[in-house]
């Protein structure tokens, strides 16, 4: 018995583990996916502009409006994205610098990158012990 228990663990565990890459994989395959819909809409903008400058000025169309729309889109989409990358974040067990974006370890207190301090911890359900590390 204690043998199958053992097999049931370790499947279980490579579960959570594929589960878990598989997740991350879906997540940065909709993050692309919305990125090419934002370089999409920019299109959309760029040829309406055109469209804009050699159309009949007489008919009154309300450009910016059009634009507007058009930019509205794309922040919603910007949002999207920025939720989807901080779930992703999350999964990885990362966090990332305020200042330069750079993703790094939830447990650091200086970006690697740049050095900024990291003074806010997203502070998850699986709290991570916080050591005082004040050995200098
Ligand atoms: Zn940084």
Known sequence: MDFFDKIGKKASQTYEKTSKLAKEAKLKMAINEKKSQIEDVYEEIGKKVYEHHISDKSVDIDIEAILEEYCIR?????????????????????????????????????????????????VQENTTDNQNLESN
């Open 74 to 122: 794309i922040d919603e989409l910007c949002d999207r994205i920025e939720d989807e990358r901080k779930e992703l974040l999350t999964l990885k067990d990362k966090k990332q610098c305020p200042n330069c974006f750079y993703e790094i370890d939830l447990d650091f207190k200086y970006c690697p990158n740049c050095g900024t301090e990291q003074k806010e911890i997203i």
